[in-house]
């Protein structure tokens, strides 16, 4: 059997099709049989260590199990035991909505340089290649088909169209910025000293590592969907952010909004006002576009709860507090029982100190976040005050 060694950046899915292509099977079933693995689901390249056993394949091809194990997307079964919805990616967890399902999308030129699958193709935040600044394809540009898993060779349709002789669209280095930052933060060679990233150094998201950085624009993605958001970052028709919008993937849609940190951000939140109906001439809230309100706030507090996203809770919050001046809130009524003690505090809205700072000022609110007042609280409204009703104070450390 011929026996090919993995590269570096090889996807084991990618390694599979190569062993397959090398010694002329029709499908890469026989591989998997052979191996004793299951046949994929919808993500090709995650494999379960508690299900899928590669000492197999190792025997097979020749290559040690650990190199495999590196080579493949390993399920994080810790949170979800009966479904995969994390997996690991250069050590880092990151959720199965920055996978591509099924279908794979590749660089021609790439596999022109050398026929093998790309690690981190399988991202679907990575849209386009940094190296050569085009696009990536998913589908056959001779049969339109979209290109699967199972297919015995690398850069060959089933209708024989040779991938390698395709000329992919160009980008430009806006399109690119995304998928450069990946490759930069997973150390990938290979990027030319020309290319950068097209983010000031002080922008806080080039502090990120990879995970943090993925899991952010999957929140983010949740955050554009929310109503009277979606139709400001993903026009149907024309384009915003700054760039076209008709070959740029929706996660490089979402990073526009981290560039030029926070203008973009802030700009958007002040559209969104115009969805809400809380224009200059508008002060007070009406009953029926409370629940909206309060349906954004909910969501982008917990959302974005995670530490290492705190220059998003910041902005969240001065947003939030300048938008309750606006709309004539001017005070903010918690309530809740800690230690066997009934607690109703007031905390009056000033232009001098900020929401946060008086949240941490008092002692019996000691580690309570905006994040946490929103999970914990039945929320209601009369005259001028907010009020946040907690049942009991919640465990903040």
């Known amino acids: ?27 890469p ?9 299951r046949a994929r689901g919808i993500y090709g390249n995650v494999f379960n260590r508690e299900k899928d056993d590669l000492s197999r394949l190792s025997n097979i091809s020749g290559v040690e199990a650990d190199i495999l194990w590196s080579m493949a997307f390993p399920a994080n079964t810790l949170m979800y035991p009966k479904a ?45 290649c940094p190296l050569h600044h085009c696009l990536l394809i998913d589908r056959c540009p001779q049969c339109q088909e979209p290109i699967h898993w199972s297919r015995p060779k690398i850069a060959i349709c089933s209708c024989q169209f040779d991938w390698r002789s395709f000329q992919p669209p160009a980008v430009s280095s806006e399109h690119i910025t995304l998928s450069n930052l990946i490759y930069k933060l997973c150390h990938l060679d290979g ?13 806080p998201v080039t502090q990120l590592n990879l995970g943090s950085l993925v899991n952010l624009l999957v929140s983010l993605l949740r955050f554009c969907r929310l109503p009277g958001i979606r139709y400001q970052v993903f026009p149907p028709k024309e384009a915003s952010l700054g760039f076209d919008l008709k070959s740029a993937s929706e996660f490089e849609r979402v990073f526009a909004l981290l560039k030029n940190w926070p203008n973009n951000f802030c700009q958007l939140m002040d559209r969104h006002e115009v969805f809400l109906g809380y224009g200059a001439s508008n002060r ?27 220059f998003i809770q910041e902005v969240f919050a001065d947003y939030f507090e300048r938008f309750l001046r606006k709309v004539a809130i001017k005070n903010i009524q918690i309530s809740f029982y800690k230690n066997f003690r009934y607690y109703s505090i007031c905390i009056s809205l000033t232009r001098k100190t900020r929401l946060t700072e008086k949240l941490a000022s008092r002692s019996e609110l000691e580690g309570l976040t905006l994040a946490k007042l929103f999970a914990e609280s039945r929320i209601d409204m009369y005259n001028e005050t907010l009020f946040f009703r907690m049942r009991y104070f919640p465990d903040c450390f």
């Open 29 to 37: 079933q026989w591989i998997f049989q052979m191996a004793g693995l």
């Open 191 to 203: 990027l030319p000293s020309e290319n950068h990233l097209r983010v000031s150094s002080d922008n």
């Open 84 to 128: 995969v919805k994390q997996v690991k990616v250069f050590d880092h967890v990151v959720p199965t909505d920055a996978l591509n399902r099924q279908q794979i999308q590749l660089c021609p030129i790439c596999l022109q340089e050398k026929p093998y699958y790309r690690f981190l193709w399988e991202l679907s935040i990575v849209s386009a």
């Open 1 to 27: 059997m011929r026996r090919p060694r993995p590269y570096p950046d090889e996807s084991l899915a990618g390694y599979i099709i190569r062993l397959t292509e090398a010694n002329y099977y029709s499908s």
């Open 284 to 310: 007070y809230v009406s009953s029926w576009r409370f629940r909206d309100v309060q349906i954004f706030f909910e969501s982008v507090f917990i959302w974005f709860a995670q530490k290492p996203w705190e």
